[in-house]
């Protein structure tokens, strides 16, 4: 039989680790054998995360405090993950929807938002999913919303990137 890590290589990505379901899903693959590296933007946060993980299943943690609705997000990401076999990647990083009229709030929110939710998660499959396919083992999970099926007046740019999410 396989174990989880054969099947998935030794270390997991998590994008808003957190807390949340981002910390949840990195505790379970913690469970599971993987190694986890946790990226969210708090580094006291991660700090506290990655402790709890590593006492609790003994396996290896790294943090990453990182703003992923920066530009070269995506980059300074695979620069801290270039020596370890990542075989499976979590994005549930996220923020909360502006609730104002679309036109209300400035573009640089929902520049920002798509950043976050499109443009490195596209960067961070392109890069993580080649080397999945090439051994032939991996996994990626991207968290949408619901608010990717139905959207609203007053959260373009979040249902807009979660439908996104969702394809």
């Not at 609790?56 to 990453?64: D, F, H, I």
């Not at 083992?137 to 608010?147: E, L, T, Y």
Request: with cysteine; aromatic share 8%; charged share 20%.
């Amino acid at each position: 039989m396989t174990t989880f890590v054969e099947r998935y290589g030794p270390w997991a990505l998590v994008a808003g680790a957190s807390d949340g379901v981002g910390a949840a899903f990195a505790g379970e693959l913690a469970d599971r054998g993987l190694n986890v590296v946790l990226l969210a933007r708090r580094q006291q946060v991660l700090d506290e995360v990655a402790a709890e993980i590593a006492r609790r299943t003994g396996v290896q943690t790294r943090t990453l405090a990182v703003d992923l609705a920066e530009p070269g997000a995506a980059a300074r990401v695979i620069d801290a993950t270039d020596d370890i076999d990542v075989g499976f990647l979590v994005y549930c990083a996220g923020a909360d929807p502006d609730f104002r009229p679309f036109l209300a709030g400035p573009v640089g929110a929902a520049e920002s938002m798509i950043q976050r939710n499109c443009v490195v998660p596209v960067q961070l499959c392109h890069h993580f999913a080649g080397p999945m396919a090439r051994r032939g083992r991996g996994g990626i999970v991207i968290f949408g919303s619901g608010a990717g099926f139905a959207g609203g007046p007053n959260m373009v740019a979040y249902g807009a990137t979660k439908a996104f999410d969702m394809v």
